[in-house]
């Protein structure tokens, strides 16, 4: 919760990912197994339902990104949700085929169930925040919030409780939606009780926290390789999010024209500006691997 103002609306938008990569992705650790990024660039086709296109290690990467980034997207968070909390194998992607050969099905959650689940989800977030009317959606994409400074420290203890009321009811709500869809919902009907309910508090979390600067943690904890990473997304209009993991990468703030830049190499950042004045330079940690936002 940060001041001014706290907005809450509803709305849709295209969203896409730019990212550059300097290295190379050679494995990621997906179901406590090490695979190559050919096969999961296999895997992402199924669980993304998109074609892979092209060769090489990068495009593993931005569909990674994409599978990792959900916040403020309900259909993104059930789709990540499921995968963390209710497939158990690479092979659940391809009909029990741990190999993803390409004539095995597609037995990923479709695009279309992750939707209509995610739109239940919406209307559940919706029914929440009418507690709190401070926090409620408004009409026409309106957006309404509370204002704050920064030093009301007891206004903003109260707010972030309202926060946990309205988050703690979603993920009750949901749970019980849930519990109805079993019996009903093919895909729900498979969930045992406990994996259902983690699946559930997974979705509301993914959609509230999981953004850009996560995804691209969890995606460098867990790749293994050489990366000198940038990404940004017009869900984050203004921010990018860039990582080092055994290549190097630096960051230069420039406070005298209000810019930053970064590169693998150390001149891309001390490259003339006009007007800059002092800049600020920070080679990030290669070797234990480091993430920052700018913004």
């Known amino acids: ?26 494995e990621y650790e997906l179901f406590r197994q090490r695979v190559s990024y050919v096969q ?15 060769i090489g290690d990068s495009n593993k990467f931005a569909g990674m990104m994409e ?41 990923a959650p479709s695009r279309a169930w992750c939707e209509r689940i995610g739109a239940a989800f919406s209307q559940v977030w919706v ?16 957006t309404g919030g509370i204002e704050m400074t920064g030093t009301d420290v007891e206004n903003k203890q109260k707010l972030e409780d309202k926060v946990s009321l309205v988050v703690g009811a979603a993920v009750s709500t949901g749970k019980s939606l849930a ?29 509230l926290n999981g953004d850009m600067y996560e995804a691209m943690s969890e995606f460098l904890e867990k ?10 997304s017009t869900t984050e209009p203004g921010n990018a999010v860039i990582a080092a993991k055994g290549q190097t990468m ?24 006009a007007n800059g004045g002092d800049r600020h330079i920070l080679r990030l940690d290669s070797v234990k691997g480091q993430v ?4």
């Open 292 to 295: 920052v936002e700018v913004k």
């Open 40 to 54: 999961v660039g296999k895997w992402l086709e199924r669980v993304l339902h998109a074609p892979d296109l092209t």
């Open 179 to 207: 519990a109805d869809w079993a019996g009903e919902d093919a895909v729900v009907t498979q969930m045992p009780p406990e994996s259902r309910d983690q699946w559930v508090i997974c979705i509301v979390d993914s959609f």
């Open 223 to 232: 790749a293994h390789g050489s990366f000198g990473l940038q990404a940004v």
């Open 67 to 107: 599978l990792l980034t959900t916040k403020g997207d309900w259909m993104a968070s059930v789709r990540y949700a499921y995968q963390k909390c209710i497939a158990e194998s690479i092979g659940d992607a391809a009909d029990g085929d741990a190999l993803l050969g390409e004539h095995s099905a597609n037995t």
């Open 127 to 142: 029914e929440a925040l009418k507690e709190v009317p401070e926090l409620a959606c408004q009409p026409n994409g309106a």
């Open 250 to 273: 630096r960051l230069a703030v420039v406070p005298g024209v209000k810019s930053a830049i970064w590169g693998s190499e150390g001149t891309a950042v001390e490259v003339p500006i």
């Open 1 to 26: 919760v940060e001041p001014p103002v706290l907005p809450c609306a509803r709305s849709g938008a295209r969203c896409g990912f730019f990212i550059t990569h300097n290295g190379d992705f050679d």
